[in-house]
T-cell receptor, first 111, second 112 residues
Framework: DTAVSQTPKYLVTQMGNDKSIKCEQN?????MYWYKQDSKKFLKIMFS???????INETVPNRFSPKSPDKAHLNLHINSLELGDSAVYFC??????????FGPGTRLTVL | RKEVEQDPGPFNVPEGATVAFNCTYS??????FFWYRQDCRKEPKLLMS???SGNEDGRFTAQLNRASQYISLLIRDSKLSDSATYLC?????????????FGTGTRLTIIP
């Protein structure tokens, strides 16, 4: 059974387009996250939601908008994609202050 | 000082050897720490948590030195399957374990 799933796994798109990445977790966790891992493999938190409420919002351009329709889902919408947005985006979830479980990642390439 | 700093490696180690990595952190208020493992083109997975002076799990030992603000990971009797990138992770104290700062990772290759 998949614990944290993301779709799509790969996303190739042109500069200026708008795209969304979806994340779902079946672990019953209250908190979900989006991370970005750049070409140098540096993993950095972007957003965190607890029970659909935004609790962490790092200095991310406002072209990135997370949406949590319920506590099992956290989607990421990106407007006006730029070359620098190319990266692997990981969704994760956790319960209270315990281990974070990561999804398999979405590899975004902006041409 | 960076929030979390690791030697990027690569460490190329023969099978069966012992290898150790260090990680330094800047926030002296940090209470708990993690080592995550990330295989090539895969997601990070928790390897060990460190809440007090250290933790041991089979061939893996994590130690914490609060005075010097570093955490170490020791792998004994290394296996080919230990080849991966090891990420040192420090939670921001004001956010519990919800805001994690990741080091850049130490890449380990075990050589047959």
């Amino acid at each position: 059974d998949t614990a944290v799933s993301q779709t799509p796994k790969y996303l190739v798109t042109q500069m200026g387009n708008d795209k969304s990445i979806k994340c779902e977790q079946n672990l019953g966790h209250d908190t979900m996250y989006w991370y970005k891992q750049d070409s140098k493999k540096f993993l950095k938190i972007m957003f965190s939601y607890n029970n659909k409420e935004l609790i962490i919002n790092e200095t991310v351009p406002n072209r990135f908008s997370p949406k949590s329709p319920d506590k099992a889902h956290l989607n990421l919408h990106i407007n006006s994609l730029e070359l620098g947005d190319s990266a692997v985006y990981f969704c994760a979830s956790s319960q209270e202050y315990r281990e974070q479980f990561f999804g398999p990642g979405t590899r975004l390439t902006v041409l | 000082r960076k929030e979390v700093e690791q030697d990027p490696g690569p460490f190329n180690v023969p099978e069966g050897a012992t290898v150790a990595f260090n990680c330094t952190y800047s926030n002296s208020a940090s209470q708990s720490f993690f080592w995550y493992r990330q295989d090539c083109r895969k997601e990070p997975k928790l390897l060990m948590s460190v809440y007090s002076s250290g933790n041991e799990d089979g061939r893996f030992t994590a130690q914490l030195n609060r005075a010097s603000q570093y955490i170490s990971l020791l792998i004994r009797d290394s296996k080919l399957s230990d080849s991966a990138t090891y990420l040192c992770v420090v939670p921001a104290p004001s956010f519990g374990n919800e805001k994690l700062t990741f080091g850049t990772g130490t890449r380990l290759t075990i050589i047959p």
